[in-house]
């Protein structure tokens, strides 16, 4: 659908598993083609947002979801086609993971699943992605190998071929850089740098400083509740909205 | 500063001792096998061959061979298998692949491990009420593989949701982030990667199959029946027939005067078979946890 | 830039068919293994419940189902048989298999230790046919010759046959059970100097306490349930046992040597059901327990 709304709403959404809440009444906006950075400490909800978002959330036990969500205009709970929505996000987790199968195939896999057969158009897709991921050159002659043999710098940068390969419209990070080298995870940021306004990009990350770098509004969570979210520069000047904010930022806690 | 102190050098005679004990218990529990094989077929070698396979027994059977018990229980081991482990599998797919944890699937879990140590003869009761006389098929090879692919059942669905649950999560996750369906998923990563532990699990069942008595003996095996021999389509789904198993219990008590390589011969031909399944087994597991892909 | 295609509509049938199937894969084997215990059940309830004597099957020794005036249904002897000849292979077995169990997983290279493994796999493959068939020649010629007995058949054919069957299962699940000890106690008793013996005695058998005692549960089940080696191997009288050197029936070796002489549905084949009703809750119950205990080390 194109139309000028925000590519992704979200209101009231609380998240509770058991009787523990999770996310608790949580309202933004994720504008087009925009970085969001998420910040905030462990058990803040970041991580259940974005599976709250493909609805790989669904999958856990004992788990309660209320409020509204939509991505690009859609509703996702009345979503019929979940695979579809699930391709138009680009998921990458915290964890490096090469799925057992030959290079080629791993990036190649989204779209055949999806229905495409064409050799010379997988072939095609495949090194576009590979090369955005900036693992081309290390990988283009050995494409046969398995992915598991990777590093996990490089498996990393694997799986972020394998979230482009079916033409997200959103590519979510979650932590991207807790398990990878620093060198990998500049040659990461760099990728992003080149993504930026192509596509909308949501950073979750426990690095405050990735997302200073990066975002280009960051949003602040805490145990659940969105203290805070505006652009990035307010976020780290002296003056945020919130206090909390404040010290997050400059690591008085978390 | 390190010499050996009167202290240390008992305890050091202690644990060669406690050592060599653990050793013979060890020895004393892995010759039986050794022993028995050798000694049953130091007693059947003068009546192994190919024709004591393909003859039938005769003269009462107090001499011939053992070809339509040999039959029946290829026959036997072939159907149920057939119906247990499709069934089997898919169901272990079900349980460990659609299915949330909640109080229902931990039931379920539950019973079909526990099923797995029903006494045999248990299953040839089942097998008699369930197949035999409440399903009408009355006696049979029909009846009787069935009630061995009911005993065999539970153990492919826990041999087979081991193997799936070996393949790690995150692989799985992986391929749902990025829209496969949870088919797609299973088709193109769990099963390619956990077929050697399910293939390990049914192999062992066929052993298990080919070696029961009790299930058979009152489901449709019976003492005696002559086929033609060396056809390998003599026995009929309906037919009652002979098996190996039921044959070497007949004949080492029930028929006398029966020459004495003869019960030999059958145990042999049986446990033979019994073990080289089970090798091929092992031999299936170990080559596959070398190709494993991660 | 090639689109992404959709999937062709047949595809999604298939898919959508499999998973039917694999649904009902899942329920009917679940029926199925909840239907063993319904038609055993069914077809011993009507005497169990009009005529069946709970008394006298469990208190007295007296077993005439066949006779013409004066029918009894007393299983004590029957029981005693199963209880004596498990008792015994018990008595072996456990010593043994856990001995085995601690060599394999304490003593052994780990070459020794995939051979030995291997070994008592191939022990637990031999069928019980082929086992009453050994009790039945070479055990009985065995027992005949050191003790000078008429038959060979007895309690201690049987048990001894029943140990060398149950022995596999007390030794896979006792060293898995040792397996899941942390090598960090292991490291860590060392560290302070003791013995092997010492760190087996003092450390992991306490610490595996519920794995193993789970191994001699199981071992006890396979026992129980065994039904073709005790009836080759432990004779044919029904009667309590006064010494090792008689011969007994089983519950198992009943069943299997009674059934196909009772008419079906009178009254003695009714009998044979309610034994086989017993014999299956004793030995859910023993894996149902093991099963437990097991559990219990995880959570605690």
Not at chain 1, 74 to 85: C, E, F, Q, T, Y
Not at chain 1, 188 to 216: G, H
């Amino acid at each position: 659908m194109v139309n000028g709304g925000p590519m992704i709403e979200i209101r009231g959404l609380t998240v509770a598993f058991a009787r523990r809440e999770v996310i608790k009444r949580v309202s933004l906006d994720v504008r087009r083609n925009e970085v969001l950075g998420i910040i905030g400490p462990a058990q803040s909800g970041k991580t259940t947002l974005l599976k709250v978002l493909n609805r790989t959330l669904d999958d856990e036990p004992k788990v309660t979801v209320s409020g509204a969500v939509r991505v690009d205009g859609a509703d996702i709970s009345k979503v019929r086609n979940l695979p579809a929505l699930r391709r138009k996000i680009g998921m990458v987790a915290p964890l490096p993971v090469g799925l057992p199968l030959s290079i080629f195939d791993n990036v190649a896999f989204a779209p055949r699943m999806a229905g495409l057969r064409d050799r010379h158009a997988l072939e095609e897709r495949v090194e576009r992605c590979l090369r955005l991921a900036a693992l081309w050159d290390e990988v283009k002659d050995r494409l046969d190998s398995l992915g598991t043999r990777l590093s996990g710098g490089q498996q990393q940068r694997l799986t972020i071929a394998r979230a482009l390969s079916h033409d997200p419209e959103v590519l979510c990070l979650d932590e991207f850089s807790i398990a990878i080298d620093p060198v990998t995870t500049m040659r990461i940021e760099d990728v992003l740098k080149e993504l930026r306004s192509r596509i909308t990009i949501i950073l979750v990350t426990n690095l405050v400083q990735q997302a200073r770098r990066l975002a280009d509004r960051t949003a602040f969570m805490l145990n659940g509740d969105l203290i805070e979210i505006d652009e990035t520069e307010k976020i780290f000047s002296e003056t945020p909205a919130d206090r909390r904010t404040f010290d997050y930022v400059r690591g008085i806690f978390g | 500063m390190f010499q050996a102190t009167p202290f240390s050098r008992r305890k050091q005679r202690y644990e060669r001792l406690a050592q060599a004990v653990f050793l013979l218990m060890t020895v004393l529990i892995v010759a039986p096998l050794l022993l028995i094989v050798g000694y049953l077929i130091y007693q059947a070698w003068p009546i192994l061959s190919f024709d004591f396979l393909f003859t039938n027994p005769r003269n009462g059977m107090r001499a011939g061979g053992i070809w339509s018990p040999l039959l029946g229980t290829i026959y036997l081991v072939v159907i149920s298998l057939a119906v247990a482990a499709p069934i089997g599998v898919l169901a272990a797919i079900f349980l460990n692949e659609y299915t949330r944890e909640n109080w229902l699937t931990r039931v379920i879990n539950l019973a079909v491990l526990n099923l797995a140590g029903v006494p045999s003869i248990v299953h040839a009761l089942f097998g008699l009420g369930a197949f035999v006389l409440f399903a009408g098929i009355g006696k049979s090879i029909l009846a009787s593989s069935l009630t061995l692919a009911v005993m065999t059942l539970p153990v492919i669905i826990a041999s087979t949701k081991e193997a799936l649950a070996a393949v790690p999560l995150p692989f799985r996750e992986a391929c749902w982030n990025v829209g496969a369906t949870r088919w797609q998923t299973i088709r193109h990563v769990v099963l390619p990667n956990s077929i050697g532990g399910i293939l390990t699990g049914v192999i062992l069942q066929v052993s298990r199959a080919a070696g029961e008595t009790a299930p058979i003996m009152f489901t449709g095996v019976v003492f005696y029946k002559a086929i033609k021999e060396g056809d390998p389509f003599a026995y009929g789904l309906l037919d009652q027939c002979m098996a190996l198993s039921m044959h070497l219990f007949t004949i080492s008590t029930q028929v006398p005067d029966v020459p004495k390589a003869l019960p030999y011969g059958t145990a042999v031909v049986l446990l033979g078979s019994v073990l080289a399944v089970n090798a091929l087994a092992i031999l299936v597991r170990l080559r596959l946890r070398s190709r494993r892909k991660w | 830039m090639h689109q992404l295609p959709k999937r062709p509509g047949i595809a999604i049938l298939a898919e959508r068919a499999i998973e039917v199937l694999i649904r009902l894969c899942g329920v009917s084997a679940i029926l199925f293994v909840f239907g063993i215990f319904f038609f055993v059940f069914r077809e011993g309830s009507h005497f169990l419940f009009h005529g069946f004597k709970f008394g006298e099957f469990f208190l007295s020794p007296e077993w005439y189902p066949t006779s013409e005036s004066h029918v009894r249904y007393g299983a004590l002897a029957l029981i005693a048989g199963t209880a004596s000849v498990t008792l015994l292979a018990m008595l072996i077995a456990v010593p043994f298999g856990l001995g085995a169990a601690v060599f394999i997983s304490e003593f052994c290279t780990p070459r020794a230790k995939e051979t030995l493994k291997i070994t008592v796999e191939l022990l637990a493959a031999i069928p019980s046919v082929v086992w009453g068939f050994v009790g039945l020649t070479v055990m009985n010629r065995l027992i005949i010759e050191v003790f000078h007995t008429p038959i060979g058949l007895n309690v201690l054919n049987g048990g001894i046959i029943l140990a060398l069957m149950s022995v596999p299962i007390i030794v896979s699940i006792g060293e898995d059970a040792l397996k899941a000890v942390p090598d960090s106690y292991r490291e860590a008793a060392l560290a302070l100097g003791v013995t092997r013996w010492q760190l087996i005695y003092r450390v992991l058998a306490p610490a595996a306490r519920n794995g193993l005692l789970a191994a001699v549960l199981l071992g006890i089940g396979r026992a129980v349930g065994e039904t073709m080696a005790v009836l080759m191997a432990t004779g044919h009288a029904v009667k309590i046992p006064s010494s090792v050197l008689d011969s007994v029936r089983t519950l198992t070796a009943t069943i299997a040597a009674e059934l196909g002489e009772a008419a079906v549905h009178s009254d003695h084949y009714q009998v044979l059901f309610i034994i086989g009703i017993l014999l299956f809750s004793i030995t859910f119950v023993i894996n149902l327990t093991a099963d437990l205990i097991v559990r219990g080390v995880r959570r605690g």
